[in-house]
């Protein structure tokens, strides 16, 4: 499958730089609506190398906006419907989805997910489908099978840790080729 690494997407503009004077991503900078756009581009350009090579359609799952005019010209936006998950398609005959979840810090909390993502994931796998969320650490991404993930919301619930770091959930992803991942989590076979 192709692949492209963390550093060469950040070469080609397809994620933020690191900016060296603060440690911290320079999307931080952007605000909360653009966090994780990098992220989001990245799996939009992987999606087209799959695509291209067969391999699978996955398509963003685009946000309802509706425009706020102000004497006729639009000067903002709202959301009017919120997407149950970034990302879906087809992949291998199995339906998948998955939310793409960009963090800043060393560490990542449970409650990252709204509610409706949680219901919709969940039954999103009790009905058999290809459920997770697509976490990316810096330049680490991991692939968190749904399972793996309520579990840890029920353990937070019980008063366990609120969040996780990189590699004590889901598995790393080699450069940005997160369905050769999700055929090691769900025993895939390519044809």
């Known amino acids: 499958m192709a692949n492209i690494s963390v550093v060469e997407a950040r070469r080609l503009g397809l994620l933020p730089q690191e900016d060296e004077r603060a440690g911290r991503r320079s999307c931080v900078r952007d605000g909360h609506a653009n966090r994780g756009q990098g992220l989001e581009q990245l799996i939009i350009t992987q999606n087209h190398l799959y695509r291209n090579q067969g391999i699978t359609v996955i398509h ?66 009790e009905l058999g489908g290809i459920a997770f969320i697509l976490a990316e650490f810096g330049q680490e991404i991991y692939v968190i099978p749904w399972r793996e993930w309520n579990e840890g919301i029920r353990r937070w619930r019980l008063g366990g840790a609120a969040s996780f770091k990189p590699g004590e959930v889901g598995r790393p992803v080699k450069g940005t080729d997160y369905l050769r991942t999700v055929n090691q989590l769900w025993n895939l076979e390519i044809a």
């Open 60 to 125: 963003k799952v685009p946000t309802e906006w509706i425009p706020i005019r102000k004497g006729g010209a639009i000067v903002a936006a709202k959301v009017t419907q919120k997407a149950a998950v970034d990302f879906m398609g087809v992949y291998m005959g199995r339906p998948i989805a998955f939310d793409a979840k960009d963090c800043q810090q060393k560490w990542m909390r449970w409650d990252r997910l709204e509610e409706h993502q949680d219901s919709f994931l969940q039954k999103w796998d």
